[in-house]
């Protein structure tokens, strides 16, 4: 199960957040807007949990109390690697004349590829689609290292 997923699953039965690397989760008894303590508190990079000491603001439900730790279960069995959403590139084969950052992109999957200056038409490429890529076109392994330039969400 994915950080992201996690939280989201969290927040149906209590609220949960993850703030520097860690994900608390509080009782829904106090408002977001107010100050109050975690009861508890995960390392996504560590198999185990740390128990908070704000057990009297807890209002939870014995069934949503079950559901929470059902699925803190599901999140411990989750390999560490696994959890953290997956990493998506953009290939720079270089510039133009004018200055730009010209794209390989993908055309009917990873296989197929041509090259763009449009940003509406970029392709992502995840580790395994770049293995794929280094696979089919091994004289390309080397560049495609030096290519690699990080998908922003806000790009």
């Known amino acids: 199960m994915k950080i992201n997923e996690?939280?989201?699953?969290v927040n149906e039965v209590?609220?949960?957040e993850c703030n520097h690397g860690t994900i608390f989760?509080?009782?829904?008894?106090v408002p977001v807007t107010q100050m109050r303590?975690?009861?508890?508190?995960?390392?996504?990079?560590?198999?185990?949990?740390?128990?908070?000491?704000?057990?009297?603001?807890?209002?939870?439900?014995?069934?949503?109390?079950?559901k929470l730790v059902d699925l803190i279960q599901k999140f411990r069995l989750t390999p560490v690697n696994e959890r953290f959403p997956e990493r998506e590139f953009y290939l720079?084969?270089?510039?133009?004349?004018?200055?730009?950052e010209i794209y390989l992109t993908k055309i009917d999957g990873?296989?197929?590829?041509?090259?763009t200056l449009n940003k509406d038409c970029l392709s992502t490429w995840n580790e395994k689609?770049?293995?794929?890529?280094?696979?089919?076109?091994p004289n390309l392994a080397p560049a495609i290292?030096?290519?690699?330039?990080?998908?922003?969400?806000d790009e």
């Open 25 to 29: 989760i509080y009782s829904r008894k």
């Open 14 to 16: 209590a609220y949960a």
């Open 37 to 66: 303590d975690w009861f508890l508190c995960l390392d996504p990079q560590e198999q185990n949990f740390h128990y908070g000491y704000d057990w009297e603001s807890i209002d939870l439900t014995p069934g949503d109390l079950f």
């Open 145 to 153: 290292k030096e290519m690699k330039k990080e998908a922003k969400e």
């Open 110 to 115: 990873p296989i197929k590829i041509a090259t």
């Open 129 to 137: 689609e770049l293995k794929e890529l280094e696979n089919t076109f």
């Open 92 to 100: 720079v084969v270089g510039r133009n004349d004018y200055g730009k």
């Open 6 to 9: 996690f939280i989201e699953k």
